[in-house]
């Protein structure tokens, strides 16, 4: 069974930055297209960066010049790179594969932007 465990949100100033990181077991990422996505309180989950197996990546508009989304297939891990974070951004952060998606969710982790 797939297993994914992201990591690496916490508490940032606006302005401010964090680097998340998506590992998986039971499954290699290599292949798959892989997403961040977020869902903020009260919000449905969108997803706000994606990349291919051939490294190609994609960002949802609020989010671009920001973030940046890459992979370390030797360690089967995918990346989030955040910087110039502001308080909208602040919500529960997942990864996933892109069509079709794992059925099991990672718990997530939230990254929460404040002064």
């Known amino acids: 069974q797939v297993q994914l465990v992201e990591s690496g949100g916490g508490l940032v100033r606006p302005g401010g930055s964090l680097r998340l990181s998506c590992t998986a077991s039971?499954?290699?990422?290599?292949?798959?297209?892989m997403g961040w996505y977020r869902q903020a309180p009260g919000k449905q989950r969108e997803l706000v960066a994606a990349t291919t197996a051939f490294g190609n990546t994609n960002y949802a508009d609020s989010v671009k010049g920001r973030f940046t989304i890459s992979r370390d297939n030797t360690k089967n891990t995918v990346f989030l790179q955040m910087n110039s974070l502001k308080p909208e951004d602040t919500a529960v952060y997942y990864c996933?594969?892109?069509?079709?998606?794992?059925?099991?969710w990672g718990q997530g982790t939230q990254v929460t932007v404040s002064s």
């Open positions: 039971g499954t290699i990422l290599s292949s798959f297209t």
């Open positions: 996933n594969r892109l069509l079709p998606p794992f059925t099991s």
